[in-house]
């Protein structure tokens, strides 16, 4: 019984392991990155510092590396498996709105590493002329703030307020005034009746 078992544990180890070439083949096998840099140029003239470089082969697109000195260097091309082999390398600037395509063009290769430098290629490459810039933002103008007219409030009557020391005062004055208008009205009547008969 334990020949059998062996057998199939062998049987079945080897039919995995004869699969396993199978999937790597269909997805591919990842590559090595390959380490562009060069000479960059914009109508003939070094091109300015701050410049992106970036490449693309079919659908991979690399992260873009910034122009010093009118030199690029290690653009990492490394696409996803070793499917993107004897396609062309398209070299693009840009300042991360649009970009210009360079004429040069290289065909990705498998890093082969007994070739010296198949890791790190030069690569010159040269622009027409510069992207367009990114659009400057317009200003959203600040409102201007027009004053409105507050008008003068008109002041009210007020009635007075208890316990307000004044209204007493005022009111002891009123009635003393009074009270002499009546006597003096009474007086001026008495006199005047005196005198008719």
């Known amino acids: 019984m334990r020949p059998r078992l062996w057998k199939g544990i062998l049987g079945a180890v080897a039919l995995v392991l004869a699969a396993v070439p199978l999937v790597v083949s269909a997805q ?15 109508g003939g003239q070094p091109a300015p510092s701050g410049l992106l470089i970036f490449a693309r082969v079919v659908d991979y697109e690399t992260t873009p590396v910034a122009v010093k000195d009118g030199r690029y260097s290690m653009l990492q091309v490394a696409p996803p498996s070793t499917a993107y082999a004897g396609n062309e390398i398209v070299f693009y600037a840009t300042y991360g709105f ?15 590493l007994s070739i010296p430098g198949s ?16 659009p400057t933002p317009t200003p959203t103008p600040t409102p201007t703030v027009t004053p409105t007219p507050t008008m003068t409030p008109t002041p009210t009557p007020a009635l007075p307020i208890p316990g307000d020391p004044t209204v007493g005062t005022v009111a002891v004055w009123v009635l003393v005034a009074g009270a002499l208008a009546l006597v003096g009205g009474l007086v001026v009547l008495r006199l005047a009746r005196a005198r008719r008969g």
Not at 28 to 42: D, I, R
Not at 98 to 112: C, L, S
Request: proline residues 22%.
């Open 119 to 134: 890791l790190t290629p030069t690569k010159d490459i040269s622009f027409p002329q510069l992207p367009p810039p990114p």
């Open 98 to 112: 649009g970009n210009v395509q360079a004429p040069e063009r290289a065909i990705y290769r498998i890093p082969d």
């Open 28 to 42: 591919g096998v990842p590559t090595l990155p390959v380490l562009y840099s060069g000479q960059v140029s914009v």
